[in-house]
């Protein structure tokens, strides 16, 4: 039976292989200067099971999903062959194929490697191996370190035959090793086995194309003991398997010796070659026997060859293992945590690196003035249970990865708030992706930068001044789109000598570029996805109050992104189906506008003027939120609730895939519209009252005058609901075609108080649809409505012959909508809490979900939604899912902390905690979650799934948007809401933390890291709450600055001088005395 510890950092799993199966993966951190890999392992077998570089096409060890690594891993995976002088069978330390009681097994999961150990009394034997990624050197390894120790009391003589059965050179593309495996054998062929490091490559290109290329970068094995003697290995598995092509027993290695196996010729060609490591010695009792291994890739073996001496010492192979340690340290210091309960410290850790390596971990390079933000170590979330994403981990220096548009956004929420230097650089980003028509590209790519064209002079120059040689080819290098790391990379990998340090070098060469960001429609639009971006901004200005005049008007830069996709009217999409209205085919992938504007898919495309032909179109912050919320405005549903999925995609909510072809809309997203509509009226009715005018393209002008007319209608009586959604949705289709290859360049100076009327009764038509919602939900909104047509006629043409759409159906007119809202989803009424400022509402929109089934009482927890049982299978593949499984009716993390997070921000801070210790996974019983109780899972199974033993496990690894839900708690949990404020004119910091008693440890105090670098401590000797009616609160509070210098103040409330200093990163230590 499987046994599940929390111990000195580390989560331990005891008989791991004998508990419930679930993966995960080493981070693929390899510090600014390293090379970084992909590293999934199981529970089972030797753990690792598939790793490689970049993405799913360059592995090493062959990618498979988690069901199938399950069952093969023990196979495929690392070997460990044992034949002990005296015994008849070979022993196999991990082994699966058969029990052995006598066999105790534990897995230590740390930060950043994973160490599995066999402890066998019954041979005398224990073995252990620890698992890391390579840190800060010029090419990828993962390191694996075996050692075999003498636990019994007497002289043991064996050969050890250790590595992996298959090894796929470089060159081999995973989806094609899958169908053509046994063809893509002719051209493997293995390398410099006369150094005794094996490089592993296909010859060359395997495209059935006239244009043949040579492959020179390749995958090495070296192996070495922990004297530093290396060891030559077998790349030939007949040596060690014979012809058992099962690979459950090494039946060559069984019947001869290393000497003898030594004596016979390899040949690891029309066959998949391997990687093994053969060592004889005698142990004493208490010795080991050490032999490291690195399996990696290079893109010159000459780089491995050179420094193989310098490689075989077990002193680099431990040092190496301690940086690597260090990094995911040094990494995660900006969430440091000291509360009484040590498994949630560790917790807030991991999930600090889990969010970053989603969303990126922001590094500030130095260029003369702010700096350049840039996303080092995302990674798209695909490992072995999303075997369905496709992820990619850039392999060079400072490497960037890809994510999706929304994925990215959430999980840099909060990057201000743990580093405010980087400043509005997300906001700018994520704004600037908002097309004209309100949708945005899925796929995001890591930033690149560009010498400016009026400095490419200068920036030869300084080249010429900086580098000793390489220089025309470095001048080259920078003349198109380039990466930090590119350029570093290039500079090791041609021995470039620098007259300056690498940093300054780069410094001087950005002060001259500009940043890119990168960006491709990918597939589809989603109609949740802009609804992250008033996250950011609120961040923004939770840390920076003052500057919000200056973020919403000061820079006008921003552009919008343009899509080769274009969502077509009505008239179009609008089709019938087994004799029902339906909306199919809403996406036209736009080859008009590829050929007209002379693009290429793929490549980032920004609004231009003249028609698309013109330059870049910009503007300020202000102008793209408004721009935003009047689309989305455009677009509520016909009944004036929710917003339409008229972009062929859902929300977040892949899996209710066919609400878009059921004119489905979603409330969650009008709730969104709302925060944005009140946030533009109060940077206009508030303090910031700002006079005068803006100047919008004349195409959004039109649409904000044609849409304002029509609520004005509406709203006073003079229109119907239906009429009006038929005059708005015209409205905006017309301006979609005004706008499908560009816009004119041509603006209209538009004032705000005619902004501000504007969207002054667009908030009341959004409360009217807010209330009906509600109304219909029997005082709980739902969160998805489909309608029917009631009343519609098929086009025909002048013949009477139906008009077929370009999807193939024949065209409809809808003349009449009746809807239909689905059963309770946890998310409409959690978006709702977020426009809520009363915690008396809360409490009974709180009191109403948990008399609903969107509370699970089997685990305590909550759930994506109510049963589906009775709604059609035409909603999505979420209908088809089994309840508690996946997206139906399971324990959605990302969802259920969203949920949690408002409860703690709407004031219910009982409720919360009462709700924490069922729902927040440090504190749930992980031989029930079945995996570390430090990662977050996708999800968690519920009880309404079929099968009791899955009921409270989780599933789906670690990368969700469930560590930024989590991120926001704490930050509320530690520091409050509100954090910085202006006051008369001045910049306040007021703590407000939300904590109970029970986390302040036995002296009654509690620490946490602010803005990534200042120590804050809370002392509370009596550990009462910090909130409710008898609540600790801060009497005084000592900050310690950097220099040494110590300021006292009386009360929680920071003032000028003090408070910037503190958002500067001045000070080193707050001191908060409680009573």
Not at 174 to 184: A, D, F, H, P, R
Not at 862 to 874: A, D, F, I, N, R
Request: hydrophobic share 35%.
């Amino acid at each position: 039976m499987s046994n599940y510890y929390f111990e000195s950092d580390t989560f331990v799993m005891e008989q791991f292989d004998e508990g419930k199966t679930f993966s995960s993966f080493l981070p693929g951190l390899a510090g600014l200067k390293g090379i970084p890999m992909w590293t999934f392992y199981v529970n089972r077998g030797q753990a690792i099971c598939s790793f490689g570089v970049r993405d799913k096409n360059s592995p090493i060890m062959e990618f498979s999903p988690a069901n199938i690594s399950y069952k093969n891993v023990g196979t495929t995976g690392f070997r460990t062959f044992i034949k002990i002088k005296g015994e008849q069978e070979i022993y196999e330390p991990f082994q699966s194929a058969r029990p052995d009681a006598a066999a105790k097994r534990i897995m230590t999961i740390l930060p950043n490697g994973l160490t599995i150990e066999e402890s066998h009394a019954g041979h005398g034997l224990k073995t252990t191996v620890h698992y890391f990624n390579l840190p800060n050197d010029d090419y990828a390894a993962l390191v694996r370190r075996v050692e075999i120790e003498n636990i019994g009391g007497k002289e043991i003589e064996l050969e050890l035959m250790d590595g992996l059965p298959e090894i796929l050179p470089y060159g081999v593309e995973n989806s094609g090793y899958k169908e053509i495996g046994n063809l893509l054998r002719s051209w493997m062929d293995v390398y410099n086995l006369e150094n005794g490091i094996p490089f592993y490559k296909l010859r060359s290109s395997t495209n059935d194309s006239a244009q043949v290329s040579e492959i020179t970068n390749g995958h090495f094995y070296l192996s070495f003991t922990g004297d530093g003697e290396k060891v030559s290995p077998i790349v030939d598995f007949e040596l060690v398997f014979g012809g058992n092509t099962s690979l459950t027993y090494p039946d060559r290695f069984a019947g001869l010796t290393l000497a003898e196996l030594g004596e016979l010729p390899q040949y690891p060609v029309n066959k998949v070659p391997c990687g093994f490591s053969g060592v004889a010695k005698r142990l004493a009792p208490g010795s080991r026997l050490i032999l490291n291994t690195l399996v990696g890739h290079v893109n010159d073996i000459d780089k491995i060859n050179k420094k193989a001496e310098h490689l075989c010492s077990d002193e680099y192979i431990l040092s190496k293992s301690q940086e690597a340690a260090g990094l995911t340290e040094e990494l995660t210091e900006g969430i440091a945590t000291h509360t009484s309960s040590a498994v949630f410290d560790a917790y807030c850790r991991q999930s600090y690196l889990d969010n970053f390596l989603r969303g990126g971990y922001p590094f500030v390079f130095d260029n003369g003035g702010d700096g350049f933000v840039v996303h080092l170590y995302s990674r798209k979330h695909g490992d072995l249970e999303r075997d369905y994403n496709f992820f990619s981990l850039a392999p060079e220096y400072y490497s960037q990865g890809n994510g999706n548009f929304r994925d990215m956004n959430q999980n840099r929420r909060n990057d201000v708030f743990f580093n405010p230097k980087v400043g509005s650089f997300n906001i700018k980003m994520f704004y600037s992706l908002i097309q004209a028509d309100g949708y945005n590209p899925l796929s995001v790519q890591g930033t690149t930068f560009e010498v400016k064209a009026d400095s490419k002079a200068q920036a030869a120059e300084w080249i010429g001044e900086a580098v000793a040689d390489h220089q025309a080819e470095l001048v080259r290098l920078c003349s198109t789109r380039f990466t930090p790391g590119s350029l570093v990379n290039y500079i090791a990998d041609h021995n470039v000598t620098l007259k300056v340090s690498e940093q300054e070098f780069l410094s001087g060469l950005l002060a001259l570029s500009q940043q890119n960001i990168e960006a491709s429609f990918g597939e589809g639009f989603w109609s949740d996805h802009w609804t992250y971006n008033m996250d950011l901004v609120v961040g923004y200005l939770d840390i920076f109050p003052d500057k919000k005049q200056e973020l919403l008007f000061g820079d006008n830069t921003y552009a919008f992104y343009d899509s080769p996709a274009y969502v077509l009217p009505r008239s179009e999409k609008y089709v019938i189906s087994e004799g029902k209205a339906r909306q199919y085919g809403a996406l036209l992938e736009d080859e008009e506008k590829l050929h007209k504007l002379k693009w290429k898919a793929g490549d980032t495309h920004w609004l231009r003027t003249e028609g698309g032909h013109g330059a870049i179109y910009h503007t300020n912050l202000f102008v793209k939120m408004l721009s935003l919320a009047l689309n989305k405005f455009a677009t509520l549903d016909p009944y004036g609730m929710g917003v339409e999925m008229e972009g062929n995609k859902p929300g977040w909510n892949d899996a209710m895939n066919g609400l878009p072809g059921l004119f489905g809309s979603g409330m969650s997203e009008t709730f969104e519209l709302k925060r944005t509509v009140v946030f533009l009226l109060d940077a206009l009715n508030g303090k910031e009252n700002i006079q005068g005018a803006v100047d919008l393209p004349e195409e959004i002008a039109q649409l904000l005058e044609k849409v304002y007319h029509a609520v004005t209608a509406v709203l006073s009586g003079d229109l119907e609901q239906f009429n009006y959604w038929d005059i708005v949705a015209s409205a905006r289709e017309a301006y979609r075609a005004r706008i499908r290859f560009g816009i004119t360049g041509a603006e209209s100076e538009v004032t705000l108080e005619y902004i501000r009327e504007a969207l002054s009764k667009f908030l009341v038509k959004i409360d009217e649809g807010i209330n009906k919602a509600v109304e219909l939900g029997n005082g709980l909104t739902p969160t998805y409505f489909r309608f029917e047509a009631k009343k519609f006629q098929q086009v025909t043409d002048a013949e009477g012959q139906p008009v077929l759409s370009g999807y193939g159906l024949p065209k409809a007119v809808v003349e009449e909508f009746e809807v239909y809202a689905l059963p309770y989803f946890l998310e409409g009424p959690t978006r709702w809490l977020k426009t809520l400022k009363d915690p008396v509402q809360a409490k009974e929109i709180y009191n109403l979900i948990k008399q609903t089934e969107l509370y699970d009482p089997t685990t305590s927890m909550y759930q994506t939604s109510v049963s589906l049982e009775g709604e059609s299978h035409e909603i999505g593949r979420m209908r088809a899912f089994t309840p508690g499984w996946l997206e139906r009716e399971s324990n959605f993390l990302h969802m259920s902390y969203k949920y949690l997070l408002e409860l703690l921000k709407g004031g219910l801070h009982e409720e919360f905690y009462g709700e924490l210790k069922t729902s927040l996974v440090p504190f749930l019983d992980p031989a029930v979650y079945g995996r570390s109780t430090l990662e977050n899972s996708s999800f968690i199974a519920t009880g309404g799934n079929p099968d009791p033993g899955n009921h409270g496990r989780g599933f789906v690894a670690r990368l969700s948007g469930s560590t930024a839900e989590f991120l926001s708690m704490w930050r509320t949990m530690m520091a409050g809401s509100h954090i910085f404020r202006v006051e008369d004119g001045q910049l306040t910091l007021s703590l407000n933390p939300v904590l109970p008693g029970w986390l302040f440890d036995e002296q009654g105090n509690l620490s946490f890291t602010f803005l990534g670098g200042t120590e804050v401590t809370y002392s509370n000797p009596q550990r009462e709450n910090t909130f409710g009616e008898k609540k600790a609160v801060i009497q005084s509070m000592t900050l310690v600055y950097r220099d040494g210098t110590v300021t006292e103040i009386s009360g929680a409330l920071v003032r000028g001088k003090e408070a910037e200093a503190l958002r500067r990163g001045e000070i080193k230590q707050i001191r908060a005395i409680m009573a």
